[in-house]
């Protein structure tokens, strides 16, 4: 039997000025990830296209952790990292009863821009508090340290 884990592969985006990111594991070939444009209004302004992997796993990096800014809006129920050096936004995360659990922003992945998918326009304005956190905890990937 083989071991799912010996079948993942590892990405790792970073911020402008390298301060922070995020090492994202997933069996998935980037030309299969799901891409998503949410189009609230932060994620328009940032121009974000996300993904995620529930059978995967996701590590944020603080290699200069004054540089990380977390920022809540809306229904407050998720953090987005944003470099305060450079401005970046390199994910977002949310902690609920189940776990932690984020995604990342594709566009601090600048050797695979060519790989991706198109992105899937989203947008979740009339989705409650409890429907965004069954949601998340259902597409998000897994936040493991």
């Given at each position: 039997?083989?071991?799912?884990?010996?079948?993942?592969?590892?990405?790792?985006?970073?911020?402008?000025?390298?301060?922070i990111?995020?090492?994202?594991h997933?069996?998935?070939?980037?030309?299969d990830?799901?891409?998503?444009?949410?189009?609230?209004?932060f994620?328009?302004?940032?121009?974000?296209?996300?993904?995620?992997?529930?059978?995967?796993?996701?590590?944020f990096?603080?290699?200069?952790p004054?540089?990380?800014?977390?920022?809540?809006?809306g229904?407050?129920?998720t953090?987005?990292?944003?470099?305060?050096n450079?401005?970046?936004?390199?994910?977002?995360?949310?902690r609920?009863?189940?776990?932690r659990?984020?995604i990342?922003?594709?566009?601090?992945?600048h050797?695979?821009?060519?790989?991706?998918?198109?992105p899937?326009?989203?947008?979740?304005?009339n989705?409650?508090?409890?429907g965004?956190?069954?949601?998340?905890?259902?597409?998000?990937?897994?936040?493991?340290a």
């Open positions: 039997m083989s071991n799912p884990l010996t079948s993942l592969q590892s990405y790792e985006g970073r911020c402008h000025c390298r301060a990111g995020f090492v994202y997933t069996a998935l070939a980037p030309e990830w799901p891409i998503r444009a949410c189009q609230c209004t994620c328009r302004l940032h121009a974000g296209l996300t993904t995620s992997d529930p059978a995967g796993s996701l590590a990096i603080e290699d200069k004054e540089a990380l800014t977390r920022y809540e809006f229904l407050k129920t953090d987005f990292l944003i470099c305060r450079c401005g970046a936004y390199i994910g977002a995360t949310t609920t009863a189940a776990s659990f984020g990342i922003n594709v566009r601090v992945l050797s695979l821009a060519d790989r991706l998918r198109a899937e326009p989203m947008n979740y304005e989705e409650g508090a409890s965004r956190v069954a949601r998340r905890e259902s597409r998000w990937t897994p936040i493991c």
